[in-house]
């Protein structure tokens, strides 16, 4: 049986004993491991599924961390992190020789971000090391946003959830690196690529090379209900063509059309895109346990949240 529970003190020490503590963070629940000890990291990949060359993101607590793990933090880097943290950002940074390879996929740079949660952030400062933490699912499935949604999939298998509440933002950071220190986003997050611009300027966008950047074109499949999940645009056309199906719609605000499913799902009352970005992963966990034959979802505004919204549906209907 996994321990789900508030316990800061009961998680520092399982993790300095090489072992793993799921973490929550104001994007998604981190599956964390002592950066420094091969055992952790290894058994982070082993319990996720996870491919090696997929790289782990650095979990920090203060600003001077940076340095012990990157060789140079540019300017704009700098902007972002002031701007930004504790927040959803992931910085891509050159790294220091003492960042382990397995962490970055043998990488020559390191992916580094500070959480905005206060019990995370309680738990990083009494540890003598970072943790590396992805999100807390097993490879390409739906990002856990509750410790429910984490005990769920590693019952029994992983010894403790450290339990924050639900996480408020809902998806991932967004991942910025730097090509001739040009700021280049890697993935959309939870922190929209208008307020990214409002802090550096024009940045290039790379989205498509999330999960394997050794690797573009593989495993794009990622984010993904076990039930079959499209995106669609007209929503009624789908209904009509798929007649005898039981279907779950996901819908970004209330709609007026009577749409008849088995069962409709909101992200958003009055279309809020922070609020639908929060609700998104619920919502898909919760549409995958009614045994549907189809979920279908409807297409956001593609501004602000609702692109990096776009984006993690798109990805998990390939
Ligand atoms: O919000 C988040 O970022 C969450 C929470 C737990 O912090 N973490 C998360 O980790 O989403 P994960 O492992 O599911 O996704 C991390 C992404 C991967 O797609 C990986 O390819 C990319 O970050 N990444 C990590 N280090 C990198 C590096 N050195 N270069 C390029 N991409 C990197
Ligand atoms: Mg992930």
Redesign the pocket.
């Known amino acids: 049986m996994t321990l789900v529970s508030k316990d800061i003190l009961k998680a520092a020490e399982i993790l300095s004993r090489e072992e793993l503590v799921a ?1 929550p ?1 104001e ?4 599956l964390a491991g002592n950066i420094y000890s091969d055992t952790a990291i290894k058994k982070i990949f082993e319990l996720k599924k996870r491919p090696f060359f ?4 650095v ?1 920090i607590h203060s600003m001077a961390q940076v340095m012990e793990l990157a060789v140079d933090f540019p300017e704009k880097a700098q902007q972002l992190a002031k701007a930004f943290w504790p927040g ?1 950002l ?1 910085l ?1 940074l050159k ?1 220091q020789k003492t960042v382990p390879d397995l962490i ?2 043998g ?1 020559d ?3 580094i ?1 500070m ?1 905005q949660h206060e019990v995370t952030l309680e738990l990083l400062k009494s540890l003598p090391f970072p943790v590396a ?4 699912n097993p490879f390409t499935y739906i ?1 856990p946003t509750t410790a429910q949604h984490v005990k769920n999939y590693f019952d029994g298998e992983l010894e403790m959830v450290l339990d924050g509440g639900d996480c408020k933002n809902g998806i ?2 967004t ?1 910025v ?1 730097f090509e001739n220190e040009q700021p280049v986003v ?2 959309l ?2 922190i929209s690529l208008e307020d990214i611009t409002a802090v550096v300027g024009n940045v290039g966008v790379k989205n498509d ?5 050794n690797a573009p074109g593989m495993l794009e499949k990622h984010y993904a209900p076990r039930t079959k999940t499209y995106l669609v645009e007209n929503i009624d056309r789908f209904i009509a063509q798929h007649p005898d199906q039981k279907i779950g719609l996901l819908l970004h605000s209330i709609d007026h059309n009577n749409f008849e499913v088995s069962e409709i799902n909101y992200l958003s009352k009055t279309g809020n895109l922070k609020e639908a970005a929060s609700k998104l992963y619920s919502a898909m966990h919760e549409l995958d346990k009614l045994n549907l034959d189809l979920i279908v979802a409807q297409r956001l505004p593609d501004f602000g949240l609702g692109k990096s919204i776009n984006d993690r549906l798109e990805r998990a209907t390939k």
């Open positions: 973490i963070t994007t998604v629940y981190g997929n790289p782990l993101i979990h959803s992931t891509i790294k970055t996929a990488n740079t390191v992916g971000r959480p933490a992805p999100s807390a990002s991932e950071s991942i690196g890697y993935r997050g939870s090379k999330e999960i394997a950047p």
